[in-house]
């Protein structure tokens, strides 16, 4: 086998609890990751010198050394002391920095492609665990469609028999949020007598309310709407849930058209990322 073309699946929580700060610095948590099709798409190729080369469409600037996927394939390499000579073109179309996941996702298929095509024959298992070294929602990809997650966001509880949402709206805001610096400002927020309340509550979103307050005009839209909604992750993007395809499209372009925001409309997936060939 010398090429592989993957999937890699965007998330969003439905509700996120915020359950205490362990003493490795980072924070338990509640949550249901929910796996849906805005996907990027990584095509790997073997090279026979055993270089690792990394290519992004668009160019995001972002240095090789420092992107996940990179990371990840020397992860394999380094225990296996082995080269893995392989050129990964990442197309990335999950935004960056909004809470989606993108950057877990792109590394699990990352990790899941480089077994396959070397052959290497590591376990789900054993990815999950390399997976949570890069990060702690990067496991959740290697089981996909709806899990609850605890601790870090590395223990999961697959949760086939719940229904999945039929159709979702994603809003997606023009600026990013550092999941890192979401959680920093958490430990340093105090307390407001504010009320926050939401169908998914999420325990970051009064965070990202106070970092960028222009959120709260996405907020107030999916309030008037009186839809199922929640911020995915530690934002910025809000989500809106529809039972059916035409209002969600409707919504689509009435929230485009008076928030001027970009939006996607996504259906619910079964896996966190799909190896397309062989």
């Not at 082995?82 to 298929?109: F, Q, Y």
Request: aromatic letters at 8%.
């Amino acid at each position: 086998m010398r090429s592989l073309r993957i999937r890699a699946y965007a998330k969003i929580n439905l509700g996120l609890r915020v359950t205490g700060r362990r003493p490795d610095g980072y924070h338990e948590i509640d949550t249901i990751f929910q796996s849906i099709d805005l996907a990027d798409e990584l095509v790997l190729e073997r090279r026979s010198d055993g270089q690792v080369m990394l290519t992004m469409e668009p160019d995001l600037g972002i240095p090789m050394e420092q992107n996940l996927v990179f990371q990840a394939v020397h992860l394999l390499q380094d225990p296996l002391q082995m080269e893995l000579g392989v050129h990964i073109h990442l197309i990335k179309r999950i935004p960056v920095g909004a809470g989606l996941g993108g950057g877990s996702s792109d590394a699990a298929a990352a990790l899941g492609g480089v077994n396959t095509l070397f052959e290497l024959g590591l376990s789900k298992s054993k990815l999950k665990t390399l997976g949570a070294e890069l990060g702690s929602d990067v496991p959740f990809f290697f089981e996909g469609g709806r899990c609850r997650a605890h601790g870090r966001g590395e223990i999961l509880t697959t949760l086939s028999g719940s229904p999945a949402p039929s159709t979702i709206t994603l809003l997606i805001a023009p600026f990013s949020l550092s999941t890192k610096g979401v959680y920093a400002a958490l430990d340093q927020l105090e307390p407001s007598a504010e009320l926050l309340t939401a169908p998914y509550p999420n325990d970051l979103e009064a965070v990202a309310l106070r970092m960028h307050p222009e959120l709260r005009i996405y907020r107030a839209y999916l309030e008037r709407a009186s839809v199922g909604f929640g911020l995915s992750g530690s934002g910025p993007t809000y989500y809106a849930l529809f039972e059916d395809e035409p209002s969600a499209r409707l919504f689509s372009r009435s929230a485009e058209a008076e928030l001027r925001c970009q939006t996607f409309l996504c259906k619910s997936v079964s896996m966190g990322y799909e190896i397309l060939n062989p």
